[in-house]
């Protein structure tokens, strides 16, 4: 089955850097666009940043300037940097790929787990 598997997750102080790495495993044919989306507790999950396979990126707002995503398609992997982090960043962290897998035609947005960023001091 398909996997999202994310790393790289923890505690940082405010304006530290994190790294986010999301990997997909499993009978994959081709992956589509793949993101990063956040949730605080009560609230929607919110997207962060989005990259197609063609490479070009989307950011939210809050994003724009502090976080960076990249994708090594051969690795099958999502990449977010994240820099200048601030307390308003603090949320579970959700990879997101749009995949198609063996024997199907369409392709399906699967999740990862999600890893939880601290940002405090």
């Known amino acids: 089955q398909v996997q999202l598997v994310e790393s790289g997750g923890g505690l940082v102080q405010p304006g530290g850097s994190l790294r986010l790495s999301c990997a997909a495993s499993?009978?994959?044919?081709?992956?589509?666009?793949m993101g990063w989306y956040r949730q605080t507790p009560g609230n929607q999950r919110d997207l962060v940043a989005t990259?197609?396979?063609?490479?070009?990126?989307n950011y939210a707002d809050s994003s724009k300037g502090r976080f960076t995503i990249s994708k090594d398609n051969a690795k099958k992997t999502v990449y977010l940097q994240m820099n200048s982090l601030k307390p308003e960043d603090t949320a579970v962290y959700y990879c997101?790929?749009?995949?198609?897998?063996?024997?199907?035609?369409?392709?399906?947005?699967?999740w990862g787990q999600g890893t939880q960023i601290t940002v405090s001091s």
């Open positions: 499993g009978p994959i044919v081709s992956i589509n666009t």
């Open positions: 997101s790929a749009d995949v198609r897998m063996s024997g199907t035609y369409a392709y399906r947005t699967m």
């Open positions: 990259i197609t396979s063609g490479g070009s990126s």
